[in-house]
């Protein structure tokens, strides 16, 4: 005959069994011996043990258990718990519907995790340090250099030297690579909302001095990289293709498909496999736009890729639809 207790006593993992009255009836060996909980307690004053926020995820989390009868583990539920000195741990609680005895129950599993969640906090705030740094280091030595491109413009009026040039060239390629490490940043950039990409596109093409023609719309979930995977792929089909004109096409499927092409001088077969790589360039750039506008697109959830085309490049970038409805946002930030 199937003992439930010995069962759930031999469970590698803290147990709690809960019947359909939302009463614990039962704690497994191992919670028991951790000396936090303590049957009575458990089964009589169960919110005492959790801040409030949290004793409510974990009561709805129960019930829809109950309602469900899922008999494969609920996705993990993260909670705040407290011990008897009132000193705050995290669980994970994984739950699991099951009849015993022809009553219906919910196993609740418990796993400390409290140094995995300490330590992700202490990653995030590293991480937002580290932003912070680079973003006020990029900022400062980005306005040195606008400092120094208006004297070297200044410089200009009065020589005509290779060697002023040179400076000033110089000059530009360190602004654009800050700009660069900006844009890669923003791959890491967990924060997004919904963006209509004809709007952005037409935003970006503001910009450039070339027809750009925007057929179709969909609303994609990005962040402002969006903005820079446009101004790369507009600005290489002018200032590297020698382009007159980009057309943009966007379709919605079972994914959001934008299409650019140009009718500049295309990109060398040879070269199509290599292209996203990091460092490629065919002239005196940074390597890194094409590179750039690779990770951004995949930090969205999507990929693009270049077509083989009798005149001119063409890409095509693939996007997730978003599930999200509601006003697209439109605000980008500048540096």
């Known amino acids: 005959m199937f003992d439930w207790k010995v069962a759930a006593d031999e469970f590698p993992a803290a147990l709690f069994i809960v019947n359909q009255y939302g009463r614990v009836i039962y704690i497994n060996k191992i919670l028991s011996e951790r000396g936090e909980v303590d049957f009575k307690e458990a089964s009589e004053e169960p919110y005492k043990f959790y801040p ?63 140094d995995r969640v300490r330590l992700q906090r202490e990653v995030n705030s590293l991480n937002e340090y580290l932003r912070f ?35 000033k060239e110089s000059i530009e390629a360190g602004v654009s690579l800050i700009r660069k490490i900006r844009e890669l940043e923003l791959s890491t950039d967990q924060t997004k909302k919904i963006y209509s990409l004809k709007e952005v596109i037409d935003e970006v093409s503001r910009g450039y001095d070339v027809k750009v023609t925007v057929d179709g719309d969909a609303k994609i979930l990005a962040n402002e990289g969006i903005f820079n995977v446009f101004e790369n792929l507009i600005g290489n089909a002018v200032k590297h293709g020698g382009a007159t004109e980009v057309k943009v096409t966007i379709t919605e499927n079972q994914k959001v498909t934008v299409r ?56 095509v970038i693939e996007l997730p639809l978003s599930k999200q409805s509601g006003g697209a946002g439109m605000t980008k930030s500048s540096e």
């Open 260 to 315: 650019v092409e140009d009718n500049g001088k295309g990109i060398p077969e040879e070269v199509i496999e290599i292209i996203f790589e990091r460092g490629f360039t065919t002239g005196k750039g940074s390597g890194l736009g094409l590179y750039i506008v690779k990770k951004l697109v995949e930090s969205y959830g999507g990929e693009i890729k270049v077509e083989k085309a009798d005149r001119g490049a063409v890409f």
């Open 133 to 167: 740094l680079n973003s006020m280091l990029r900022h400062d030595i980005l306005n040195i250099f606008t400092r120094m491109l208006v004297y070297i413009e200044l410089l200009e009026e009065k020589c005509n030297g290779n060697e002023v040039k040179k400076i």
């Open 52 to 114: 409030p926020e949290d004793y409510t995820k974990l009561v709805n989390l129960i019930i829809k258990t109950f309602q469900e009868k899922k008999k494969n583990p609920d996705p993990a539920l993260i909670i705040r718990s407290f011990s008897k000195t009132r000193e705050e741990f995290w669980l994970e609680v994984r739950t699991r519907y099951a009849e015993i005895g022809g009553e219906p129950y919910c196993l609740v599993a418990l796993t400390d995790v409290t």
